[in-house]
Structure formats: C-alpha cells, structure tokens
C-alpha cells in the first residue's frame, strides 16, 4: 500500500495568513469548517477520504490558528471574503481546481467559491449551508442578530476607553473578534438567484428536517442551483454528521462515486 503523504504550513495570502494540512493522494478535497470552529471538526472525515482523495484542512480567516493581517484586522467580513481566501490558499499550492467540502459556513463559503469561480470547482458537498441569512430558523435568526447587536456595542464602547492599555490590548480586540463572527451569521452570505446559477459544478446539499436551516430554505437551494441534489435526512440535527459520521460517509462517498464515474 502506498505511503499517505502529510504537510502542513501557514500560506501568506493577500488578506490572511492561513493555517492549512495536506494529506493523502489525488483529487483534492478542500474542507471547509464552520463558525468559530476550526479543521479539527474533520478530522475523522479526513481519516476517511484522504485515503482516496488528497484532503486539504484550512482554519477559515480569525478561526484556529489562521490569523488576518493588521491593515484588514479591524474590519467586518462576508463569505465571499473568505471565499476569496480559500481561492488564494489553492493558488499557493499550485491546485487549479478541487472539490470543496463544507459545513455550515463552510458550505455557505463553498457554494460562494463555486459561483465565483465556476472552472475552478469541480463539485460541492455543502452540509447544513443556507445561501441568505434568513433561511435560518426564527428562533436562531433573532438570537443571531441580538448577539451581533450586543456585540457591536460593548466593541464600540470599550474602542474609545483611551489611556488603558489593558483594554486597549485584551478586552476590545476579544469582543471584536466575536463581533466578527456574529456579522458572518447576521450579514453573510447574500447570495441571489444570479450568483446561484453561476454555480455550473454538481452540487450535494444534505441537510436535515430539525436543522437550524429551515427545511423551506434548502429546497429553494435545490431548484435555484443547477446540478444540486437535496438529500433531506429526517430528524437529524445541525450537528448530526458529527454523531452519525458513518451514515454521512456513505452518503458523501455515493455522491463521489458517481462523480467519478461521469467524469
């Protein structure tokens, strides 16, 4: 049996210095985790498939280890921006095109890379991913914004206690960064009908029927993008392909296998 290869590094990319794992061999899989989580979450799907597929983790832009560079730090961003990120992590690594994974917001910034940048994609698995903020639950949605909003205040007002180095340093740059990730889930993504059409590549989405992405949502998905399929798991949960990671493989490697096989 062949020796599974392993790097991992920090790529230097316009905005963001990203934190990134290589194993296995062939067709690239680029995994893409979801908010304030880092590519830890995969690490039994990257067992799984890097024995197959050359499976690239990334930590997205202020998660784990990848951190964004001064003159962009003090800024809001959108999945497209991390979109973009992953786009000039695969530059580095001289891969012009993969496959990308996605859970969560990853699968929001996956389906963002594919209709950015339909030749550079050769499929999507996006996991529990809406294309719009509103196509969370109510409950979530609400709890979403009026944490942003809560977030965004506290940042602003300890932004402007001059003359205390302590929270100057420590307490403003961490309600910042959890500002940061609240607006992901409040303002991102935004995709429309056009962006969505853009996405010329087969599409899995799974979701489940007591997701926190309404039921509604991922069928609208499913019309909008060309080559998507729906695979609607009854019961499950947000977080069920992490309980039921056998049951979600054989789902993924079906939808790989049929790629392969039309390619």
């Known amino acids: 049996m062949e020796k599974m290869t392993c790097r991992q590094g920090m790529a230097d990319t316009p905005q963001v210095w990203i934190y990134y794992k290589e194993s296995g061999r062939g067709t690239p ?4 985790h979801g908010n304030a989580e880092t590519h830890l979450i995969f690490d039994y799907y990257e067992k799984k498939l890097s024995m197959k597929y050359c499976v690239i ?9 990848s951190r964004i560079k001064p003159e962009y730090a003090e800024s809001e961003f959108t999945t497209t921006d991390m979109a973009r990120d992953a786009a000039a992590l695969l ?9 990308l994974f996605g859970f969560s917001d990853g699968a929001n910034i996956a389906l963002e890379f594919a209709s950015l940048f339909p030749d550079r994609t050769r499929a999507v698995i996006a996991i529990s991913g809406n294309v719009s903020p509103d196509g969370l639950i109510l409950p979530v949605r609400a709890f ?12 602003e007002f300890f932004q402007h206690r001059h003359g205390n180095d302590f929270v100057r340093k420590h307490i403003f740059p961490h309600l910042f960064h959890h500002q940061q990730l609240a607006s992901l889930l409040c303002n991102s993504p935004m995709m429309s009908h056009k962006q969505l059409e853009k996405i010329q590549a087969p599409v899995l989405l799974i979701a489940g029927t007591r997701d926190l992405v309404k039921v509604s949502h991922s069928r609208l998905m499913a019309r909008l993008i060309p080559r998507a399929q729906l695979v609607l798991i009854k019961g499950a949960t947000h977080t069920s392909m992490f309980g039921r990671k056998a049951f979600y493989l054989k789902i993924i ?11």
């Open 29 to 32: 899989i680029l995994m893409l």
């Open 91 to 99: 530059d580095i690594l001289h891969i012009p095109s993969c496959i």
């Open 144 to 155: 979403c914004v009026g944490k942003y909003f809560c977030l965004r205040a506290a940042a």
């Open 253 to 263: 490697h079906d939808f790989l296998n049929q790629l392969r096989m039309t390619q």
């Open 57 to 65: 983790l990334m930590d997205s832009r202020a998660h784990g280890r």
